[in-house]
């Protein structure tokens, strides 16, 4: 595996990133068992799902188990606008297997200058 992180250019010209669990992470999340929880969660990632703006998230959400979270700007045909889930699995970087029945996605991170 390359070092290297390609950034691709959007038609709306934003640069990206093929999103991964890791660079969705929450740079402060909240968990039932954490000793000292931050006051606040950290702002969700700018991304594209599928073609669709929104911001999205990975992390326990002040919940039990890791998720992934997801707003988008404009309904999704199975997502919806918002739309969370623990149940998912990065197949490949940009690429998300998600519930019981085979669905997925397509979601990349907006590069932020």
């Known amino acids: 595996m390359s070092n290297w992180l390609q950034i691709m250019v959007t038609e709306n010209n934003y640069e990206t990133i093929p999103a991964t669990e890791?660079?969705?992470?929450?740079e402060n999340d909240i968990h039932p068992f954490?000793?000292?929880?931050?006051?606040?969660?950290s702002e969700r990632h700018a991304v594209i799902v599928d073609e669709i703006k929104g911001?999205?998230?990975?992390?326990?959400l002040r919940g039990y188990s890791t998720r992934i979270n997801i707003s988008l700007?404009?309904?999704?045909?199975?997502?919806g606008r918002d739309f969370q889930t623990k149940y998912f699995?990065?197949?490949e970087p940009g690429s998300v297997l998600w519930g019981h029945n085979g669905q997925s996605?397509?979601?990349l991170k907006i590069v932020e200058n």
């Open 55 to 60: 911001v999205a998230c990975v992390g326990s």
């Open 73 to 79: 700007e404009e309904e999704h045909p199975e997502l």
């Open 34 to 41: 954490d000793e000292n929880p931050p006051n606040n969660l």
């Open 105 to 107: 996605f397509k979601i």
């Open 22 to 26: 890791e660079n969705l992470a929450l």
């Open 89 to 91: 699995m990065f197949t």
